[in-house]
């Protein structure tokens, strides 16, 4: 597309850390926001990268419901748990804090799960577990969300679309990492197809009759307004293993709230009852699971590298040449970006301009 530019990660991540410093953000939380937020745009997660920034961080500030200071509580301090109140604050800072604690944690006690409060959207869940698999830790992360999806029998958005992400180190060059929502399709996908103005494919959203709805403007809206949902992992009823998807995100949803009796599902809308923005008050957990407590870390890289080439080295199905395993579409994407920089559409380019005079950001040109 014409109109479409690459531009350099470096210069996309200054643009985003020069907005949040302006808005009042700790010069080393806007590095650790941007980062995680580039991440995500050089791996190809388009739908949770620079095209997030402004509807759900910047704008959210000037809400008033996103804490540009994320002042991080511990509120329980056990050995091998924890937890943490973030305040309103970002997501990413309190995931960040809480992966690092948790890592630190099970170095010294073999497993732990650090559980968070009132915080918002975290961004990438992969960006955490990647933090584990480099410190050479199995990590799990997940976090509860705006409600989007239906129970199974159902019709009314119940769930979050409530990421369950695992990375486990390997001895490849890419981790395994599964990083995915446990609804068919999440919100970011959908705003990115309203981006490309593209109907959305069948199946992924339902509206209060039970029928596909495919116009990704117009569900973006009904969402809100509880006229439709996204569909669980598997699928409308229970033919595709629909209730599998269901069960997850609801594994998820408690594990992100009873640990500290948060906020749940429709007390996530992120509106009062007089329809005023409210903080969304989040809450996740971080998991960390320090191989060496059971086994040699090089053996376990190894031993699960095995696993990992075995199943790519399986017998492909007709019309295709290639098995992947998780993690590995993202590693190519971010050797194919490399020195490219990410896809800027005319969208997010008009959010950048406005922003850069707004907030008289100066890029320095790459
Ligand atoms: N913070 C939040 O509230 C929130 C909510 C939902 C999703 N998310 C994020 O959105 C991002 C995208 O989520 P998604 O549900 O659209 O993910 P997705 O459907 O694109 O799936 C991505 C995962 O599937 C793997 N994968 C893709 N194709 C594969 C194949 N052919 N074989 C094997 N593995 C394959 C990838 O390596 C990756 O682990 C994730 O980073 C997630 O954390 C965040």
Redesign the pocket.
């Known amino acids: 597309m014409d109109d479409v530019k690459w531009i350099p990660f470096k210069v996309l991540e200054d643009f985003m850390e020069g907005v949040l410093v302006k808005l009042g953000v700790p010069q080393v939380d806007a590095k650790i926001v941007s980062e995680v937020l580039i991440a995500?745009d050089k791996q190809g997660?388009d739908?949770?990268g620079i095209g997030r920034f402004k509807p759900i961080y910047v704008d959210r500030i000037k809400q008033g419901i996103l804490n540009p200071i994320t002042k991080i509580d511990v509120l329980k301090d056990n050995m091998a748990t924890a937890v943490i109140d973030a305040n309103n604050g970002f997501?990413h800072v309190a995931g960040v804090y809480a992966m690092n604690m948790a890592i630190e944690k099970a170095k010294k006690y073999g497993i732990s799960m650090v559980s968070v409060k009132n915080s918002s959207?975290?961004?990438?869940?992969?960006?955490y577990v990647q933090m584990a698999a480099d410190s050479g830790l199995i990590g799990m992360t997940g976090?509860?969300?705006?409600p989007s999806i239906a129970p199974t029998f159902g019709v009314e958005n119940m769930l979050?679309?409530?990421?369950l992400?695992i990375g486990i180190p390997t001895d490849e060059e890419f981790d395994f990492?599964?990083?995915?929502?446990?609804?068919t399709?999440?919100?970011?996908?959908i705003e990115k197809y309203a981006r490309d103005e593209k109907e959305l494919p069948l199946g992924w959203v339902i509206d209060n009759d039970g029928n596909s709805e495919t116009d990704p403007k117009l569900v973006l809206d009904q969402l809100t307004k509880g006229y439709a949902a996204l569909t669980p992992l598997g699928g409308v009823g229970e033919d595709n293993g629909g209730y599998k998807g269901y069960g997850y995100a609801t594994v998820v949803e408690i594990l992100s709230s009873s640990l500290h009796l948060g906020p749940f599902m429709h007390s996530l809308t992120g509106m009062d009852e007089n329809n005023n923005p409210t903080p969304y008050r989040?809450g996740h957990f971080f998991l960390a699971i320090d191989v060496e407590h059971f086994i040699e870390l090089d053996l376990f890289k190894k031993h699960t590298g095995d696993i990992l080439r075995n199943l790519r080295g399986s017998k492909k199905a007709p019309g295709h040449d290639r098995?992947?395993?998780?993690?590995?579409?993202?590693y190519l994407e971010m050797l194919e970006r490399k020195d490219k920089g990410a896809p800027i559409g005319p969208v997010i380019q008009k959010q950048m301009y406005e922003l850069i005079n707004e907030h008289k950001i100066e890029l320095k040109e790459e």
């Open positions: 995500a997660i739908s949770h997501g959207h975290y961004g990438i869940a992969g960006y976090t509860n969300a705006r979050g679309t409530n990421p992400t990492i599964l990083d995915c929502a446990t609804s399709t999440q919100r970011g996908k989040l098995i992947y395993t998780a993690g590995e579409k993202e």
